[in-house]
């Protein structure tokens, strides 16, 4: 790689300050207003909820509506890969790793598929 | 407590930490990394920003937007914009983490480290078991954690780089979706109900709400299945165990 593919240019370093702060300010304003939570309070609990609400949100929005390289991919793939997933996630007692690996598997193998032009 | 003895545990939480960390976060985010590398590269994104930003931005729903919307010469607000909220889930979480840490004073100072060094991963896993922990010894667990997440994710995203002409489609597709699965399963075995519940209507919200509004479907989403999942469950009242 020479230098230019590993530095690149001052813009891109400046876009990246940018979004790094704009990230970082969320959670520094979460560490602000964590001073004033007690552990296992209602508030606590509230702001738990917030947080795997917005995140079961944004991974259902990923798997149904993403956008760039999940979204060429077709959407019966990423269902029934889910779906493995899910199945597995159950015969095997709510044991994550297999239930993962299954997931990831059939998605693989289909978007392989598709690749090579057998599906 | 003596002052050794405290020493020797919080030690001892750490390397838990580590140890913690290599048996499946590790490798989630190391292949996840990779994929996000591979990804960086053909974006057209040099392989230092690459780098750096799983290191800055840490939270990889904003750092692919960011290196996507780079790629098809977004303007710079437009990117911004997006990137920050695609990672706006932080505020919540650093609200439910941190107090963990509250009555470990030496640890309270560096709060605003912990929010940096915070990932989804390292989040979930220290709200699972650090509540059952001695106080002083949460935050080395999460240290341990955390730092070990970040400086093999920083690493997956070079080596990513570096493999990305070799990588068919298929392999940086399913390495992304790992991700995504990763979290699906993780959250599926939260086994606190108002949690739960605010997974599932969080879940069946998310894509609806982007439907209406892509900036800010996913706080309003937050904030209206947490809140009605809070509430559901204080209704139903003590019968989870």
Known sequence: MDSGVIWGKWELWGLLGLVSFATYVWRATGA????????????????????????????????????????????????????????????????????MISAVGVFGVLAALRDFGVL | MEPAEAFDGRRRAFRGGVAAAFRMPVWVVSASMMGFGSLARDSGVSFGVAVVSTATIWGLPGQIAFVEMFAVGAPVLAIVVASSMANMRFLPMSISMLPLFRADKAAWRWRYLFAAMMSVNTWAMTLRFAPGMPEQHRAPYFTGLSTTCMIVGVLSTGLGYYLAGTFPFYITVSLIFLNIMY???????????????????????????????????????????????????????????
């Open chain 1, 32 to 99: 602000t207003i964590a001073v004033r939570i007690v552990p296992d309070g209602a508030m606590f609990q509230w702001f738990s909820c917030l947080a795997y609400g917005m995140l079961a949100g944004l991974i259902s929005r990923i798997i149904l509506l993403p956008v760039g390289i999940l979204a060429e991919t077709p959407l019966v793939d990423r269902l029934v890969a889910l779906a493995a997933g899910f199945l597995v996630f159950a015969a095997f007692k709510r044991n994550m790793l297999p239930s």
């Open chain 2, 183 to 241: 979290f699906t399963f993780l959250f599926a075995s939260v086994r606190q109900r108002n949690c739960l519940l605010a997974l599932m209507i969080g879940a069946a919200l998310g894509p609806l709400f982007h439907l209406i509004s892509p900036e800010w479907g996913l706080p309003f989403c937050g904030v209206i299945a947490g809140t009605a999942a809070f509430f559901i469950d204080q209704r139903l009242g003590d019968g989870h165990g």
